[in-house]
């Protein structure tokens, strides 16, 4: 289950959301994600850019709730 507070943001701009993810799932290959895009003006154009092969990757953008780091894998745990 996603949490409502997770967004769908265009460029990571909280003034541009897209949508809220309906399924977030992470694996070895990365995160898989699946949100409805809003029938917005702005979710017309992301849609036609994703279309048009224009846009390929996602970047995600976190604030930490909690976060604690580990030395043996020098990585942060969130």
Same mark, same amino acid.
């Given at each position: 289950?996603? *949490?409502?507070r997770?967004?769908?943001?265009?460029?990571?701009?909280?003034? *541009?959301v897209l949508?809220?993810p309906?399924?977030?799932?992470?694996?070895n290959?990365?995160?898989y994600?699946r949100t409805?895009i809003?029938?917005?003006q702005?979710?017309?154009d992301?849609?036609?850019?994703?279309?048009d092969?224009?846009?390929k990757e996602?970047?995600?953008g976190?604030?930490?709730i909690q976060?604690?780091?580990s030395k043996?894998e020098?990585?942060?745990i969130?």
């Amino acid at each position: 289950m996603v *949490k409502k507070r997770i967004m769908h943001l265009y460029q990571h701009d909280p003034l *541009k959301v897209l949508g809220r993810p309906m399924t977030l799932i992470e694996d070895n290959k990365g995160l898989y994600f699946r949100t409805m895009i809003a029938d917005t003006q702005l979710g017309t154009d992301v849609l036609k850019l994703y279309r048009d092969g224009v846009l390929k990757e996602h970047s995600v953008g976190i604030n930490f709730i909690q976060r604690d780091y580990s030395k043996e894998e020098d990585a942060y745990i969130v």
